[in-house]
């Protein structure tokens, strides 16, 4: 057999190549050392490519695709169905700007985006407030309030007053050696220099409460607590683009009904990101959703053949590992302000949520997402 | 759950995430995303619903860029313009934004088609898929991805090691 080329071995490793072929594949890499090495480099290059690929996930958005069922179908019957809409000529382009429908949607968006930034601009001006609060009103405030963070250090200190940022963002404020308070008008500006070291100081502050963490990962931990500090960002860009006349999305429009709900207080957590993570050798479903004041909660979802038993927590972490159905545990309110609720659908799908927040705040936010 | 959110829930995410890297605009990524789940909705029958659905993003895009090219310049201006007035996006750390740079410097110095071939690949698409979506034979994907891979690997490398020169020389 001639030596094999670089598309045969690639299409091997991606396991695109018939059994036969395969099999002749095999053999004369076994056979072959030439080849054998020019399978590890092809390894070595599908790995090296993936990691690079996805560095390009990286990408700061603000709108971000929200994956609520419950909702979708919801909206769907309420609305006529697709087929009923007028398609436009087949030969007119795509209407993504100034679409009857979009503009419908922009006008209807227009409400609640005001609604939004003038919510925006009193959290503004209430963190505005809050800076200028001596340190010892913000304590007054941390003793009334029955947040389980713990209330001896500096980062509770700054991080559990009512209504305030969430509890990551309080760590940052706490540990960081801000000599003085960010400008209020613009707290979202950062120089990449300032990133670098809030991040630092972020990992940092994992590392030492590594024992305590729930999410797992270092990386995640600190990239979750440097990113709340940008919180309020979303709401405004939001705000600012259906100013601007673009065509809102379906989804979006869901969640617009969804957070004017009477019946639900909670704003919508929006859906941030969806990966999967290896949790025992089991493939859990990660989704990361922002919810309100801009923090991070992450759901993870087993499939319910996934776990061969019961004992099969969806997170390797310090939680107790056996938690029944529809339990709740704090991680460890005692130095750490992140909690998991656990629960168990009808179907048997397990849920793990986790976040910075109250038991109570994250059945709020389960409640929202309409997970059963 | 119907066709519509079947198909919404299998393919969305990773359609996002294809586009997303693709174009590094995650919003364009969303919009181009939204309107191929329109048009899959209006498709009676679908033989081959992945190849399709990457297929018909790809020609949106294509379509997009073809069109937006001058809009999108007008609106990156007034959006440099009005930048004061405007939240800025959520801060990377230095290093991952650099990273996402020299990634995204090192995508778009492949082919168009080795990229679209790779960034497909990623997503778990399979050869056939692939080929179906890009109009090549099946048999070229296995040397369409060993060549883009390798220059990817190799562009990024290569704009790596100015970066690498210049931290050791400030180091020193």
């Known amino acids: 057999m001639q030596h094999l080329d670089d598309g045969t071995i690639h299409a091997w490793l991606d396991g695109a190549l018939g059994t036969g072929e395969a099999a002749a ?12 090495d020019r399978v590890a480099e092809a390894r070595g290059l599908i790995a090296a490519s993936s990691r690079i690929l996805t560095a390009l996930d990286d990408v700061p958005a603000h709108v971000v695709p929200v994956e609520r069922p419950a909702a979708v179908a919801a909206a769907r019957a309420a609305a006529p169905p697709l087929a009923a809409v007028p398609a436009p000529a087949a030969a007119a382009p795509p209407a993504r700007w100034g679409h009857r429908y979009g503009r419908l949607a922009a006008a209807v968006a227009f409400v609640v985006a005001g609604t939004l930034v003038i919510a925006r601009d009193a959290n503004r001006r ?9 340190r010892a009103a913000n304590e007054q405030r941390l003793q009334r309030d029955s947040t389980p963070a713990p209330s001896n250090t ?18 940052l404020g706490g540990a960081a050696p801000r000599t003085e308070p960010a400008p209020a008008v613009k707290p979202h500006v950062k120089s990449f220099a300032q990133a670098e ?5 972020a990992a940092k502050q994992s590392a030492a409460g590594a024992d305590t963490r729930v999410l797992g990962q270092a990386e995640q931990a600190a990239d979750t607590s440097f990113r709340t500090t940008t919180a309020p960002a979303s709401s405004t860009l939001a705000g600012r683009r259906v100013g601007e006349g673009k065509a809102l999305r379906l989804d979006a429009l869901v969640v617009t009904a969804q957070s004017t709900s009477a019946t639900n207080p909670t704003t919508s957590p929006r859906l941030l990101s969806v990966d999967s993570v290896e949790r025992g050798g089991i493939s859990v479903r990660r989704q990361t959703y922002v919810i309100e004041g801009g923090t991070r909660v992450v759901l993870e979802v087993m499939p319910a053949g996934a776990a061969p038993n019961d004992s099969a927590a969806p997170v390797p972490a310090p939680v107790p590992a056996a938690a029944p159905a529809d339990s709740a545990a704090a991680a460890d309110s005692s130095s750490a302000a992140i909690h998991v609720i656990r629960w168990r659908g009808a179907d048997g799908t397990r849920y793990t949520l986790s976040g910075p927040v109250s038991i109570d705040e994250l059945q709020r936010v389960r409640a929202a997402l309409g997970v059963k | 759950m119907d066709d519509a959110e079947r198909l919404f829930r299998t393919y969305h995410g990773m359609l996002v995430r294809y586009l997303t890297r693709r174009l590094g605009d995650r919003d ?13 909705l209006r498709q009676d029958h679908l033989t081959n619903e ?3 659905v990457f297929t018909v ?6 379509d997009d860029a073809r069109r937006d090219a001058r809009r999108r310049a007008r609106l990156a201006l007034l959006r440099e313009e009005t930048q004061d007035d405007v939240v800025e996006p959520e801060p990377l750390s230095l290093e991952r934004a650099q990273d996402a740079a020299l990634a995204r410097r090192a995508v778009n110095a492949l082919a168009e088609r080795d990229r679209l071939a790779l960034l497909m690949r990623e997503e778990g698409l399979s050869y056939e898929d692939i080929a179906e979506a890009l109009h090549l034979s099946v048999g070229s994907i296995g040397t369409t991805l060993a060549r883009a891979r390798r220059r990817l690997v190799e562009q ?6 100015p970066r690498r020169g210049s931290t050791g020389h400030a180091a020193s």
């Open chain 2, 156 to 161: 990024y490398e290569a704009l790596r090691e």
């Open chain 2, 28 to 40: 364009w990524a969303e919009e181009v995303a939204q309107e191929t789940f329109v048009r899959a």
């Open chain 1, 154 to 171: 500096p980062a509770a200190a700054q991080g559990v007053a009512p209504h305030a940022a969430p509890a990551p963002l309080a760590a």
């Open chain 1, 197 to 201: 070291r809030q991040q630092a100081t």
């Open chain 2, 57 to 62: 993003a790809n020609n949106l895009v294509r």
């Open chain 1, 126 to 134: 209430d963190v505005a407030s809050r800076r200028e609060m001596p």
């Open chain 1, 25 to 36: 594949v095999e053999a004369h890499v076994a056979a072959c050392r030439a080849c054998a």
């Open chain 2, 50 to 52: 992945r190849a399709w």
